[in-house]
Nanobody, 120 residues
Framework: QVQLVESGGGLVQAGGSLRLSCVAS????????MSWYRQPPGKQRELVGT???????NYADSVKGRFTISRDNAKRTVYLQMNSLKPEDTAVYYC??????????????WGQGTQVTVSS
């Protein structure tokens, strides 16, 4: 059983910063890619960015230069540092991880989501 738990969401004024964390727990052999998604009100879930096992990152154009994804493999944690926040960044933010509980097969797990609200 693998669980992902996000934290760090909240209410912030435009121009402010937040740092989200997502910790994996349970039966885990290794973790491949880790990603952050978000779902704005009334819209579909969209990819924010991904960090690979080797630390390479890619981001949606809308967050490039403002958001940074990092990971701590020992802590089984992925972070999302969000700077220069805009009202349009308001969304529920979800993490996912490609987890190998055992052997070579990886499974995709999702966190429960954390609300980020940016006021103008």
């Amino acid at each position: 059983q693998v669980q992902l738990v996000e934290s760090g969401g909240g209410l912030v004024q435009a121009g402010g910063s937040l740092r989200l964390s997502c910790v994996a727990s349970g039966s885990i052999f290794s973790i491949n890619n880790m990603s952050w998604y978000r779902q704005p009100p009334g819209k579909q879930r969209e990819l924010v960015g991904t960090i690979t096992t080797g630390g390479s990152t890619n981001y949606a154009d809308s967050v490039k230069g403002r958001f940074t994804i990092s990971r701590d493999n020992a802590k089984r944690t992925v972070y999302l540092q969000m700077n220069s926040l805009k009202p349009e960044d308001t969304a529920v933010y979800y993490c996912n991880m490609e987890v190998k509980p055992w052997g070579p097969t990886a499974y995709l797990y999702w966190g429960q989501g954390t609300q980020v609200t940016v006021s103008s």
